[in-house]
C-alpha cells in the first residue's frame, strides 16, 4: 500500500514560485499514473498536472505555461514546479497515484487514483 508524503508548500507574493514535493513509499516497482490536485475552500477538488506511467504530461488550463510537473522514480518522489503564481493558485495541494492499469478514468479524475498524500498549503498573496 503506496503512502505519500508531500512538501514544499507555503506562502508566496504574487509573481513567485515554489516546488512541491510528494514522496512515495511502501511499493516495489514504480507503476503508477501521478497527478497533482489542489482544492481551495468552498471548491471541490480539481486536477492541475498529471504525468502518466509511460511520461506523458497533462495540465490544466488555467496552468499551462507557468506550473511544471515532474518525476524521479530513483528518489520515488513528484514534483511540481510552480512559476507565476496568482492569487487565485491559493488552495490546499495534494498529490495523487493510481497504479497503472487500474481504475483509468483519465488523468484529471479523482476516481483514476486510489493513494493521496495528507495535503500541501500554498498562499499566494
Known amino acids: 500500500h503506496v503512502q505519500l508524503v508531500e512538501s514544499g508548500g507555503g506562502a508566496v507574493q504574487a509573481g513567485g514560485s515554489l516546488r512541491l514535493s510528494c514522496v512515495a513509499s511502501?511499493?516495489?516497482?514504480?507503476?503508477?499514473?501521478t497527478a497533482w490536485f489542489r482544492q481551495a475552500p468552498k471548491n471541490e477538488r480539481e486536477a492541475v498536472a498529471g504525468?502518466?506511467?509511460?511520461?506523458?504530461?497533462s495540465y490544466a488550463d488555467f496552468v499551462k505555461g507557468r506550473f511544471t510537473i515532474s518525476r524521479d522514480m530513483l528518489k520515488s518522489t513528484l514534483y511540481l514546479q510552480m512559476d507565476r503564481l496568482k492569487p487565485e493558485d491559493t488552495a490546499m495541494y495534494y498529490c495523487?497515484?493510481?497504479?497503472?492499469?487500474?481504475?483509468?478514468?483519465?488523468?484529471?479524475?479523482?476516481?483514476?487514483?486510489?493513494?493521496w498524500g495528507q495535503g500541501t498549503q500554498v498562499t499566494v498573496s
Open positions: 504525468i502518466e506511467t509511460d511520461g506523458t504530461t
Open positions: 495523487a497515484f493510481g497504479m497503472y492499469g487500474d481504475n483509468w478514468h483519465g488523468w484529471s479524475s479523482v476516481s483514476t487514483y486510489d493513494a
Open positions: 511502501g511499493y516495489t516497482t514504480w507503476r503508477f499514473n
